[in-house]
């Protein structure tokens, strides 16, 4: 397959990394729609880490643990200067002028447009070296669903995914770009692809907002659940 240049998981954008996490050694999609609409939560995911945005939804609680309504969420924008990343930028003056002319932002209703997020994302990490492609020859309306290949460069994914074990052990402080990644790779039960656990003492600290999560503030940690929570789950790990 070639030689790929190494580089560091963290110098990734949360999209980037479930992007290069949804692919198989093979260069497959292991789950085209949980990958489509999993990229989209973590780009509204990035952007909450860059304080720009909450997403805001009914919270109760069982047993003592905290529960999010994914429905009905919505998306708060709470700055509109520039994000750092050109694709975060563009996405966050869509997503204002949207807000402006519908007065409220349906985080359902944001899941299901913005399609095109993972192809984005996968065009991306080519261009860095992080991805290789192998061309297809099947025209489809995304690219993704094609027989194009994206074949992962298997230190900086393999990297990746020793900080989700490390983080599934309960034994770090996790900070708040980690929270959000593990709880995406978890609620979708990516991580039994991926050969990740997560213990059970960690999960209930998590639903009560102490252990490894305590440093992050309440209003991210919110945020993480419910995008999370709106990422289809693997349908062979169900039941």
Not at 22 to 28: A, I, M
Not at 32 to 43: F, I, L, P, T
Request: aromatic share 6%; with cysteine.
């Amino acid at each position: 397959m070639g030689h790929m240049s190494p580089l560091p998981a963290r110098l990734l954008s949360l999209p980037e990394e479930w992007t290069l996490l949804s692919l198989t050694d093979s260069g497959k999609v292991r789950d085209s729609n949980q990958a489509v609409v999993g990229c989209v939560a973590a780009e509204l995911g990035e952007l909450a880490l860059r304080r720009k945005l909450l997403v805001r939804s009914r919270k109760f609680k069982i047993f003592g643990f905290d529960g999010y309504r994914t429905s009905p969420a919505e998306i708060q924008v709470i700055d509109t200067s520039r994000a750092g990343l050109p694709w975060a930028d563009e996405l966050l003056a869509d997503l204002e002028r949207r807000r402006v002319s519908e007065q409220r932002l349906s985080l359902g209703q944001w899941l299901r447009q913005r399609r095109e997020a993972f192809s984005l994302h996968l065009d991306a990490l080519a261009e860095r070296g992080v991805l290789r492609r192998a061309p297809g020859t099947r025209s489809v309306p995304f690219r993704f669903l094609s027989s194009e290949r994206y074949y992962p460069d298997p230190a900086v994914r393999d990297t990746l995914i020793a900080e989700l074990r490390a983080a599934g052990s309960g034994q770090n402080q996790l900070d708040e770009h980690m929270v959000f990644l593990s709880d995406l790779v978890s609620s979708s039960l990516l991580n039994k692809d991926l050969g990740i656990e997560l213990r059970v003492s960690q999960r209930l600290d998590r639903g009560r907002g102490v252990g490894t999560v305590g440093s992050v503030p309440e209003d991210l940690r919110h945020t993480s659940a419910v995008l999370a929570s709106s990422v289809p789950k693997n349908r062979r790990y169900q039941g």
